[in-house]
Structure formats: C-alpha cells, structure tokens
C-alpha cells in the first residue's frame, strides 16, 4: 500500500510560479507510476500529467504542455509538479495518484489505486 500526500498549493496571480510537491510513504515510491490530476469547482476531476517509475516517461494533457514539467526523485519519495505561466483556469485542487508498475502507458484513470487528499492551487487574474 501507498499513502500520498500533496504540499505546496497557494495563491498566486497569473502568470507565476508554484511547485506542488506529493510525497508517498508506505511502499517503495518507485514501485508506482504516478499522475498528477485536478478539479475545478463544478467540474469533473481531469488528468493533467503522468510519469513513468523511473522518471523517464511523461505524458502531458494537451492544456499544461510547455508550462508544468514533472519530475520525480525515487529516493526521496517524492514527485514534483513544476507549474509555470499559471492561469486563471489552472485555479483546481490538484491530487496526485499512484498506479502500479506495468499496465498501459499512460495509465488508465482506473489503474490509479491511491489518492492524496488535494492541494488547492488558486490563481488570481
């Protein structure tokens, strides 16, 4: 089993920088492919970002390529979400997700077997 926790949400205005940080405990990180997603309010939970057990692998939603870069450092346990060039409509709470090692590339949403509680990032105009 894995336990998640997000850190690093806030307030920002448009066009700055946060970095949301999701550390695993319980399991060994690098068992675990991990997604990053968010809701908004009223809307649906959508998928933002994959990454690989071992870094290597990345797949981006079409509306943060170019802005968010994942990274993850197994050794600490821990998977980063580099977000620059925030919007207004990135405004969310973020969760991270973690799927076991094998399955499809990217992970399908019912692959995801753990959740974090959520982050709220906010983005002022």
């Known amino acids: 089993q894995a336990q998640l926790v997000e850190y690093g949400g806030g307030l920002v205005q448009a066009g700055g920088s946060l970095r949301l940080s999701c550390a695993a405990s319980g399991r060994t990180s690098s068992y675990y492919r991990v997604g990053w997603f968010r809701q908004a309010p009223g809307k649906e939970r959508e998928f933002v970002v994959a990454?690989?057990?071992?870094?290597?692998?990345?797949y981006y939603a079409d509306s943060v390529k170019g802005r968010f870069t994942v990274s993850r450092d197994n050794a600490k346990n821990t998977v980063y979400l580099q977000m620059n060039g925030l919007k207004p409509e990135d405004t969310a709470v973020y969760y991270c997700?973690?799927?076991?090692?094998?399955?499809?590339?990217?992970?399908?949403?019912?692959?995801?077997?753990?959740w974090g509680q959520g982050t709220q990032v906010t983005v002022s105009s």
């Open positions: 997700a973690a799927a076991p090692r094998g399955g499809t590339w990217p992970p399908l949403r019912e692959e995801y077997t753990y």
């Open positions: 990454v690989g057990w071992s870094g290597g692998s990345t």
